[in-house]
């Protein structure tokens, strides 16, 4: 009997779970994977789960291409206000130790839901075609930790090392349309801790301290100016201080300010000068403050960009125009989100291809298109609003990577 994916994915999405912990999500998956006649492993990585579908070709004498499909499934600390009937209301603690409401913000409840229709559909053909493929369930996207934890685990030595690396993700494209490019699809990205020392006091006696929280705003204003007067305007850089914290009353000046930044480029040259300006701001800053020592700059995650292969996203581009219509397919220009998707491919020195998918009504799309209000009246990803179409967001997510597996599989 086929799987209802529409149950499947409302189920996912009322009972999200946060990073390395989406313990449920994996049982679930590992539970259609082993039902389809795979392979399965868990807990791989922490959470993740791996499927192994061998279909070698009769009297080959060799097991044939190797391809690996990827999607991630953790939730993110978002309270949903999307109104849906399926809408999460379930909470997770944090790394902190906080209570916090939990939500499939990015679609990974619905990237695990094409999945498992996808290995369906790949299973029920498997009479016309051979290879062999591996199934990724990936935790820990959102962290940009969940890929480099299944590596490190030695999925490379442990499983059929892939030829080609594939994987997808909703998006807030019209439904029934693919975003595909070829070269960089999404930006790097690291994530820094910045702390500014000063010296605390009395909040009547600034002139016997040196102020964090002063050094912490020039800071933010000046890393401003990395994007705008620094960053060659046709290229991409985005610095992003998404965080601060300082202080805990307002007559007392606190020790340390700590900023969170989100840092944004193309490529390893823009990378290395975005670095090379953050730090020379955030030391400058501090020592224009008086800072008596140094400021610390910690570095707590570092995504490469996302580089899909140019002969095989063309392969793909060409197979799904001819099963969705060439006007379904677009490219969509470079995302300046980021991934971790590419060290699979990265550390296994093979092609990627990686994808976007649309999830919004396509009425509604083209409404707010014509208005000039995509950017207020389509929620994106990470929006406690965002909430894909079920349909036909299920079925062209399935389509999508069953199609392009087919592409590379004998």
């Known amino acids: 009997m086929a799987i209802d994916l529409e149950a499947l994915y409302t189920d996912l999405h009322q009972h999200p779970e946060l990073s390395f912990q989406e313990t449920r999500t ?36 060799t097991d044939g291409p190797v391809v690996w499909l990827r999607a991630d499934m953790d939730a993110l600390p978002v309270a949903e206000l999307t109104g849906r009937a399926y809408a999460s209301t379930a909470t ?17 409840d619905m990237h695990v839901t094409a999945m498992i229709g996808a290995v369906e559909r790949l299973v029920a053909e498997r009479d016309s075609w051979s290879g062999t493929v591996v199934v990724l369930i990936q935790p820990a996207e959102e962290y940009g930790a969940g890929a480099r934890a299944m590596l ?13 690396v594939l994987g997808q993700h909703v998006t807030p494209l019209p439904a029934g349309t693919i975003g595909v490019r070829p070269g960089t699809q999404m930006a790097a990205s690291d994530g820094l801790t910045v702390t500014l020392h000063g010296r605390g006091g009395h909040g009547s006696r600034p002139h016997s301290t040196i102020d964090p929280i002063v050094m912490a705003a020039a800071t933010v204003m000046r890393l401003q100016t990395i994007a705008s007067r620094e960053v060659d305007p046709r290229g991409v850089g985005v610095v992003t201080v998404g965080s601060i914290h300082a202080g805990l009353k307002n007559n007392i000046i606190p020790a340390e300010a700590k900023l969170e930044l989100s840092l944004r480029y193309a490529d390893d040259e823009g990378r290395a000068k975005v670095l090379a300006s953050v730090e020379r701001i955030v030391r400058a800053e501090a020592a224009a403050s008086g800072a008596e020592r140094e400021p610390e700059i910690r570095t707590d995650h570092t995504l490469p960009p996302t580089i899909n292969d140019a002969d095989a996203t063309a392969r793909v581009t060409t197979a799904l125009q001819r099963v969705l219509g060439e006007a379904s397919v677009i490219d969509p220009g470079m995302f300046t989100g980021s991934e971790d998707v590419s060290w699979f491919a990265r550390d296994a020195g093979v092609p990627l291809v990686f994808w976007f ?30 909430s894909p179409e079920i349909h036909p967001t299920i079925e062209v997510g399935v389509t999508a990577l069953s199609v392009a597996a087919r592409e590379f599989l004998a």
């Open 26 to 61: 994996a049982g679930i998956a590992a539970g259609h994977l082993r039902d389809l006649g795979l392979e399965v492993e868990e807990a791989v990585g922490v959470t993740g789960v791996v499927g192994v579908l061998r279909n070698p070709s009769t009297g080959s004498g």
């Open 152 to 164: 490190d685990a030695g999925i490379l030595d442990r499983y059929p090392k892939p030829d080609i």
């Open 92 to 108: 997770g603690v944090d790394p902190a130790g906080n209570i916090v409401p939990v939500m499939h913000a990015c679609g990974h």
């Open 357 to 386: 998918w649309g999830g919004v009504d396509p009425e509604k799309f083209a409404a707010a298109a014509a208005a000039g209000t995509l950017d207020s009246d389509i929620p994106t990803n990470h929006s406690p609003y965002f």
